[in-house]
């Protein structure tokens, strides 16, 4: 069960300039492109820890996309780290589209 939100201003300085950074980087995207694939319509999941290690910054193509590409496709999404979106699985740096 999801707990309520802390308010911005409570959370670790990491966790709000990793926020800040992702909220940037995303804006007016819509999706992410790594060599082989083109993810788009895709969400901008953020789950707070209590500190930079336990705070995830994902972006997440839609659920049916998923289920409709499920026998070809490699990276399911992308997560934030040190600054940039990388792929899940092949471990590589996206392009924001």
């Not at 999941?45 to 409709?68: A, L």
Request: glycine share 6%; proline share 4%.
């Amino acid at each position: 069960m999801a707990r309520p939100l802390k308010p911005f201003g409570e959370w670790d300085w990491e966790v709000r300039e990793a926020v800040k950074t992702a909220l940037a980087l995303v804006e007016g995207k819509n999706g992410f492109k790594t060599h082989s694939e083109i993810w788009r319509r895709c969400n901008l999941v953020i789950t707070v820890g209590h500190n930079i290690y336990t705070t995830s910054i994902e972006i997440r193509p839609p659920e049916q996309d998923v289920i409709r590409r499920r026998s070809n496709w490699h990276n399911g999404y992308a997560y934030y780290c040190n600054g940039v979106f990388w792929a899940n699985m092949s471990r590589v740096r996206v392009e924001l589209v």
